[in-house]
């Protein structure tokens, strides 16, 4: 063996053709980014062939057949109604009497349970909201057909921010979480932005047993790829257990940025670690638009997350409050409207060192 080994490295030729083949390994890394070059080994090792797509509505209606039908056993484990890459256009957000329609079989309040089996998964799938009603319409349009194809026993909840102070996404998330754990034992609460589409059906809106999920791993607004290691935005997926143990998200970030990263940093505090969907699956559409007004940029952010270590067990779900104007079943989700009051002054970075 180890003769072998030494007439073979002995030869210059073998040590030339490793170094150009790492050196060419090294370029293709440095051209494309790391991940799109995974993305591309794994990705068609996979097979997913994202030039052609299905429409997520295919045969639906054949796979919930008779409505009287009586239930005996639970679904499969793997839904047998898959179908793997979906097409996805923006052109004219359908309306809801139309989502409506193509969705007999969702009941008031945005719940669905397969008909013919019961639903081995139960999902609460959670949407912060303000003045985006055409983008939940397109989201709603393809979310409610994409998580029948997974035959989840499921429902959605859409929390309204009343009033014109700052966003605050990470406390609305938390708000959603309250409320949907009032209706029902979920397995797995999916927080969910209302501008991002999911285009694998194979991407599974069930929770890992062990750790927090992140499921909009590969967005087309970042190249299909991680903005950066550790990047937690999007969509995720934690069952009820793992949020608490996390405290819930920070409801101190006001308007754009950084209540994601926090969150990463909880999960990591609390002594867990994220897991995500591979990025041949854990692919979306981000709805073209303008930054919101209202949801400016948070200058805080960076303060805020120096402090994360320190205040994370204080600052979270055991110091929630917000007042609940209203609970509505509407045909295709149940809406929270929330007053959830506004922005602290906090002191800017430029005053701050005034002060010293
Ligand atoms: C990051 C933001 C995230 C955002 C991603 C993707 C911050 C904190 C800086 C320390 N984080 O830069 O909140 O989701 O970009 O847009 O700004």
């Not at 003045?131 to 057909?145: G, I, K, Q």
């Not at 797995?188 to 599974?204: K, R, T």
């Not at 002594?271 to 949801?295: A, C, E, F, V």
Request: hydrophobic share 35%; charged share 20%; glycine share 6%.
């Amino acid at each position: 063996m180890g003769a072998m080994f030494l007439t073979r490295t002995d030869r210059p030729c073998f040590f030339m053709c490793l170094a150009v083949s790492q050196l060419l390994f090294i370029l293709l890394l440095y051209r494309r980014g790391a991940s799109s070059v995974f993305q591309g080994i794994f990705g068609s090792y996979l097979g997913w062939d994202y030039s052609r797509t299905q429409d997520v509505y295919t045969n639906l209606s054949l796979f919930i057949p008779d409505p009287e039908a009586v239930r005996t056993q639970f679904c499969p484990a793997r839904s047998p109604i898959l179908v793997g890459p979906l097409t996805i256009t923006f052109n004219k957000p359908p309306s809801l009497k139309k989502i409506q329609q193509k969705n007999r079989y969702v009941t008031s309040g945005g719940y669905f349970s397969p008909r013919h089996c019961f639903g081995r998964y139960r999902t609460a799938v959670i949407i912060p909201h303000r003045s985006r009603e055409s983008h939940l319409r397109s989201l709603l349009y393809y979310l409610h057909p994409f998580l029948q194809r997974q035959q989840l026993h499921y429902a959605i909840f859409v929390v309204h921010q009343a009033g014109n102070a700052t966003f605050n996404r990470a406390k609305l998330l938390n708000i959603g979480v309250r409320e949907a754990l009032r209706y029902d034992d979920w397995d797995c609460l999916i927080l969910h932005d209302v501008d991002l589409v999911p285009e694998n059906d194979y991407n599974l809106y069930i929770c890992d047993d062990y750790y927090p999920k992140h499921l909009s791993s590969a967005m087309d607004k970042f190249q299909y790829s991680l903005p950066y290691w550790g990047y937690f935005g999007g969509v995720s997926a934690l069952t009820p257990d793992q949020f608490m143990k996390i405290n819930g998200f920070p409801n101190t970030y006001w308007g754009w940025g950084g209540e994601d990263d926090d969150i990463a940093m909880r999960i990591r505090l609390s002594g867990m670690s994220i897991t995500r969907s591979p990025l041949s699956l854990g692919r979306y559409k981000m709805i073209p638009h303008d930054r919101d007004s209202g949801n400016e940029e948070n200058s805080h952010r960076y303060t805020l997350l120096r402090n994360t270590k320190k205040n994370w067990k204080d600052d979270g779900m055991n110091s929630l409050d917000f007042h609940l104007l209203s609970r509505e079943k509407t045909p295709l989700y149940t809406n929270l409207t929330v007053d959830i009051g506004e922005a602290p002054e906090m002191p800017t970075e430029a005053s701050k060192w005034r002060l010293f």
